[in-house]
């Protein structure tokens, strides 16, 4: 089992930046698409973005032209890359295999407040 481990949340302003970091604790990681996540108070999980394997990726409507996803297979990383960032973006992140399976981490909180 491939063991995730979310890093780099925190408290910005409205505008602000963040870069998350999703570790894999096997090189299998390579091989499959890996997403963000987030998870609002209140709300349910929802899909932010993902990467295939070979490097495409997809961002959801709320987050296009602000967030991007990459990843270095070599360190088996994911990244996502936060710009312009609103308070609405406050929630939990986890990355997870897309789709997503297994259990889920604990996450990093991102917070987006004056």
């Known amino acids: 089992q491939v063991q995730l481990v979310e890093s780099g949340g925190g408290l910005v302003q409205p505008g602000g930046s963040l870069r998350l970091s999703c570790a894999a604790s096997r090189s299998i990681f390579s091989i499959y698409s890996m997403g963000w996540y987030r998870q609002a108070p209140g709300k349910q999980r929802e899909l932010v973005a993902h990467?295939?394997?070979?490097?495409?990726?997809n961002v959801a409507d709320s987050v296009k032209g602000r967030f991007t996803i990459s990843r270095d297979n070599a360190k088996n990383t994911v990244y996502l890359q936060m710009n312009s960032l609103k308070p609405e973006d406050t929630a939990n992140y986890y990355c997870n295999i897309f789709p997503p399976a297994g259990s889920w981490g604990q996450g990093t909180q991102v917070t987006v407040s004056s």
């Open positions: 990467i295939t394997s070979g490097g495409s990726t």
